[in-house]
């Protein structure tokens, strides 16, 4: 060994590691010489070499991952016009639970053409010119909802209108038992605030949506991941298990119909066995059926709400997916829980905005969602299933897919040397985001999985990026050998 401490040694390795990353002999995303090897190579100890892994990481131009090492990072491009951009953040990013709803939110620059990360459909899908006309039809007759509350008459009738949307889906409900919402996180958020207190235990599905880790997080409770499969959604054996020889749990979190991300449908007699599980066992459920409206066959699954006979359900729907994003409208039967959830809301968020719940009301009274949302959902069904098969077609030997009978997600289990989270490094240089499977859960799990929104309309250019990720997992599967 002709080790040194002198700066100019580390400086000298991280040059030469510069150079090649220039060159493109290491590809965006590709995996580096491990610090051992990166130390032989040069002839000095671990710690030289790991300075100089540090120096280019701090430089954006490397990322480290726990217990895998080091990969070249993506450059970051100039966005047009506008001098130096931002970088992308770096995929290893998602490894912080904290970090991870606004690493993924960030992928949406204008630099990435195939945004396939988030669980939301193209804006040609929605009712944008009818919803514009809508807004300003309702100011126009009442400009007094710019900076009023919600006039008796209208929260009368948007109540009534989702008390006739509750009845299509087997609810019962009384009008003046339904809470509107800001979407369905605050409805869930509402339910976990009352339920819990910091500290408690909260099952939840796994994988499961990052959004509900970092909002279990945010407060102060622990999760339980419980299994998911996507032929049949949640473990009930795994549950009872849990919930027999585990700690205190003080609620049940669950998509039962097209779950994020698996797009599993849990069967009817699953649901039914769910709820007698939640008696014994003294489990409030808190069911988010924010894809159910997302069907593709010829029948909307059933709430378990719908079997609810002892209020152990609070459920939670949203139109956030069906019909209007950007409208963030959802509700709330929470049963005999209603007037605390009502209560914590008016505490905090106080009230859904007036105007559009008046412009909620009207879509309801006039048919229009269910119309629109019928359309949506035939193209999405030809969405997924175009979108699967081109995965089947360009990705290695051994990925494994089951296309859902709902909703956007697309689960995709590569085979299992594949690291998700390095491969969607490599596609941002390519303009391709996806979710790695890391992303779903707290624990280190789901690395060789991701999730693709299939809400965008097929096309040849996106079969391409399809075909392009196959071949950089290909590369991949082929550099670990």
């Known amino acids: 060994m002709t080790d040194t401490a002198h700066p100019a040694v580390y400086q000298r390795i991280a040059a030469n590691l510069l150079q090649q990353l220039d060159s493109g002999h290491y590809a965006p995303g590709s ?14 100890n671990v710690l030289t070499a790991l300075a100089a892994y540090r120096h280019l990481e701090q430089q954006q131009r490397v990322v480290a991952r726990p217990r895998a090492g080091y990969f070249a990072a993506l450059q970051p491009h100039p966005a047009p016009g506008s001098g130096q951009a931002s970088p992308l953040p770096a995929a290893a990013a998602l490894v912080d639970l904290k970090s991870r709803m606004s690493t993924l939110l960030q992928l949406g620059d204008e630099r990435i053409r195939w945004q396939l990360h988030m669980a939301e459909a193209s804006p040609t899908l929605y009712p944008s010119a009818e919803l514009a006309r809508r807004l300003q039809s309702t100011l126009t007759r009442q400009p007094g909802l ?97 919930l027999r020889h585990g700690p205190a749990v003080k609620c049940l979190v669950c998509v039962p119909h097209f779950q994020n991300p698996t797009g599993a449908l849990m069967p009817d007699e699953h649901k039914k066995r769910l709820l007698q599980l939640a008696s014994q066992y003294g489990l409030t459920l808190i069911e988010d059926d924010v894809f159910g409206d997302l069907y593709y066959g010829s029948e909307r699954p059933t709430p ?106 697309l689960w995709v289990e590569c085979p299992p040397q594949s690291d998700t989270t390095a491969l969607l490094q490599a596609a941002l240089a390519d303009g391709i985001s996806f979710a790695p499977g890391m992303a779903f859960s707290a624990e280190p799990r789901f690395g060789h999985c991701l999730r693709i929104n299939c809400g965008q309309p097929f096309t040849p250019a996106l079969e391409a990026a399809i075909t392009t990720l196959g071949q950089r997992l290909a590369t991949q599967l082929l550099q670990a050998r």
């Open 304 to 409: 378990m709400k719908a079997w609810d006979r002892h209020d152990q359900v609070i459920y939670c729907a949203s139109f956030t997916k069906s019909y209007a994003p950007s409208l963030r409208l959802g509700w709330v039967a929470a049963g005999r829980h209603h007037a605390a959830l009502a209560q914590l809301q008016a505490s905090s968020t106080l009230t859904v905005s007036p105007l559009l719940q008046a412009v909620l009301a009207d879509v309801l009274d006039s048919g229009d969602y269910q119309r629109t949302s019928a359309r949506i959902r035939q193209q999405l069904a030809s969405q997924m299933h175009a979108t699967a098969d081109a995965v089947m077609r360009h990705f290695p030997k051994g990925t494994r897919i089951r296309k859902p009978q709902g909703g956007m997600l």
């Open 31 to 44: 995996r580096l010489p491990s610090v051992r090897a990166l130390a032989a190579e040069h002839d000095v």
């Open 146 to 242: 710019i900076g009023a509350h919600l006039p008796g008459d209208i929260q009368r009738r948007l109540c009534h209108g989702l008390q006739r949307i509750a009845s299509e889906r087997g609810l019962s409900l009384p009008a003046d038992g339904i809470l509107p919402c800001h979407g369905i996180t605050e409805g869930i958020s509402l339910a976990l605030r009352y339920l819990t207190r910091p500290g408690d235990t909260v099952a939840v599905e796994t994988p499961v949506y990052f959004g509900l880790l970092q909002t279990l997080q945010g407060l102060g409770l622990k999760a339980l991941e419980i299994p998911c499969t996507p032929d049949s959604g949640l473990s009930l054996e795994a549950l009872e298990f849990a």
